[in-house]
């Protein structure tokens, strides 16, 4: 909470860690050291499952969880956010590897690491709330879709040498392999789901991951069953965190991670912050964006130096946390602390767990992240926004994630300045003065006369680009040239560059042709933009009305014509 009399803004930057130790309980801290062990629980076999699942080593994915864990807890800006590998960045990992190898895949992660902390000195952590929801949902379930169709070869112990990478050859060589299927692998899959699904409605104070890999791994080795397990695949685990190491770089590397680093920065920045409005909702707080982007940063260059992964906020690790008690960073920095020591002393016992118990635990990861209701729902929405989450969750599964972020950012764009073009509206509105207040653009009118000569434009909505187009149909339509033509800006809430430069080339023009062109009920930012574009200067103090009454009477003034009655607001 903040003290009264404090300045929020003050605040931006500093740490929740800090702020949320005031006034500091005893009982909260048992409560925070109790969460913690339980999110460490939770998080020591996602972080192998996430590592193995991305091409890596299982111990990567442990030494992110430990060094990203505790600075993202100890710097960020949220009271209980959990960070760590997620399956977010399971596909991206995995391919950065394939073509440049582990080394790339260190130098693209603090490169990502670099552009958060960027973004969170340049006060952008409310910007990544515009990202659509078409694009979001549809990356996250091209992803959930990757993560599961990863697991079949693990999950029903097929004898395959090497899996493609391809979505479509990998789905081709399990369907050639299928009849080297294990049904002890998959009796231990399937166990593995039945635990993460029931366990739950028995209790909640053990995590059901937790219990699920523990119970397949006794079972396993009780049984004595021929399957593959961490260490007959990877070797040992644990041993605690190497010597820091700072990998070869040049530029030309550099250069090729630049879009994978910016993909990672992106899918860090969206899914922490996230998170961290979820975790809002769930205790009733508020996180500080810009200071947990910062976080992120330095946890995804620091990560990295020890051969972790990149890292990011996790929504169920956090969940975790908050509904075992958790109310500060110390929590997340216990579960670093607890999944260190893991690591220490019973590091060597991961690597018996079986590998069907992992591909168990990511098949239900991958459910949930599919959010196939949202999906399903989305596809009942405009047909734009369809084509968007369509072509975004396509691209993800068959191109690579930054192809689909950039071209789903792109047609999102695309559909926002058509939308904006539509919702614009041009039109003459002298007539409609002319013949009484009956239409829609004719309201709260005052009578006034109507000069011959003189032309009235209503422009609704923002004057973009899309307006501008409009604009200029509508002035086409003028059979003759006016004496005053009066632009009505009232219902315009901004101009964009286009619009000036119309408004600018309108105006050049006119003085040309004798016209003197006028605009009226002007708001607040498109006020501050002519002004800046310097238009309202060249345009003069004459040209500009406070109410369109005040127009037309400047207008009855200038052309002595009266012509006719009408109303004016």
Request: proline share 5%.
């Amino acid at each position: 909470m903040i003290e009264r009399g404090t300045n929020t803004a003050s605040l931006t930057f500093v740490p929740k860690l800090i702020t949320s130790l005031r006034g500091y309980t005893r009982a909260q801290g048992i409560a925070d050291v109790t969460a913690g062990i339980i999110v460490a629980v939770v998080a020591l076999p996602l972080s192998i499952a996430f590592a193995i699942a991305s091409g890596v080593t299982p111990d990567r994915g442990l030494i992110t969880a430990i060094v990203a864990g505790f600075i993202i807890s100890a710097l960020g800006g949220s009271r209980v956010q959990i960070g760590g590998p997620t399956g977010a960045f399971v596909i991206i990992i995995a391919g950065i590897v394939a073509k440049y190898g582990i080394d790339g895949l260190l130098i693209a992660t603090v490169m990502a690491g670099l552009l958060l902390i960027g973004m969170g000195a340049m006060r952008l952590g409310g910007v990544i709330k515009f990202v659509p929801q078409p694009v979001i949902i549809g990356f996250t379930s091209g992803i959930a879709l990757i993560i599961f169709s990863g697991q079949i070869k693990d999950a029903f112990g097929l004898t395959i040498a090497s899996v493609p990478v391809d979505f479509w050859a990998k789905w081709q060589a399990y369907a050639a392999h299928a009849g080297t299927i294990s049904y002890s692998a998959t009796a231990i899959t399937a166990a593995t789901i039945a635990m993460l699904i029931w366990w739950p409605r028995i209790s909640l104070k053990v995590p059901a991951p937790f219990v699920a890999l523990v119970a397949t791994t006794a079972m396993a080795h009780l049984f004595n069953l021929p399957i593959e397990t961490i260490g007959s695949r990877f070797g040992t685990v644990g041993g605690g965190l190497p010597v820091p190491h700072v990998p070869h770089v040049t530029m030309e590397l550099v250069r090729n991670l630049a879009g994978p680093a910016v993909t990672i920065a992106l899918l860090a920045a969206i899914e922490s912050l996230l998170s961290a409005v979820v975790a809002d909702g769930m205790i009733g707080g508020k996180h500080r964006s810009n200071i947990e982007l910062v976080a992120q940063g330095v946890a995804n260059v620091v990560s990295p130096l020890f051969g972790g992964l990149p890292a990011t906020g996790a929504i169920a690790r956090t969940a975790t946390n908050i509904k075992s008690g958790g109310r500060t960073p110390v929590a997340g920095i216990v579960h670093a602390v607890v999944l260190l020591l893991i690591a220490l002393f019973v590091g060597q016992w991961a690597a018996l767990i079986p590998m069907a118990t992992l591909a168990g635990i990511l098949t239900m990861v991958a459910y949930h992240m599919s959010e196939w209701r949202n999906f399903r729902a989305h596809l009942r929405a405009p047909r734009a926004d369809v084509v968007v989450l369509l072509t975004t969750f396509v691209l993800t599964v068959v191109v690579d994630l930054t192809a689909a972020l950039q071209v789903g950012m792109v047609l999102s764009a695309f559909l926002f300045m058509k939308r904006m073009a539509e919702v614009a509206n041009v039109q003459a509105v002298t007539r409609e003065l002319v013949d009484g207040p009956e239409g829609p653009n004719a309201l709260a009118f005052a009578p006034q006369e109507i000069p011959r000569g003189v032309e009235v434009f209503a422009i609704d909505g923002p004057f973009f680009f899309g307006a501008a187009e409009r604009f200029k149909e509508a002035l086409g339509e003028i059979g003759r040239t006016p004496r005053v033509l009066i632009l009505r800006l009232r219902n315009v809430p901004a101009i964009d560059a286009t619009g000036i430069a119309l408004l600018r080339d309108l105006h050049r023009r006119a003085q040309r042709d004798g016209t003197a062109v006028w605009l009226s009920d002007l708001q607040s930012q498109p006020t501050a933009a002519l002004e800046r574009a310097g238009v309202l200067t060249d345009m003069g103090d004459g040209a500009i009305y406070a109410t369109l009454n005040d127009a037309l009477v400047a207008a009855r003034t200038l052309t002595s014509t009266p012509t006719s009655t009408s109303t004016a607001a």
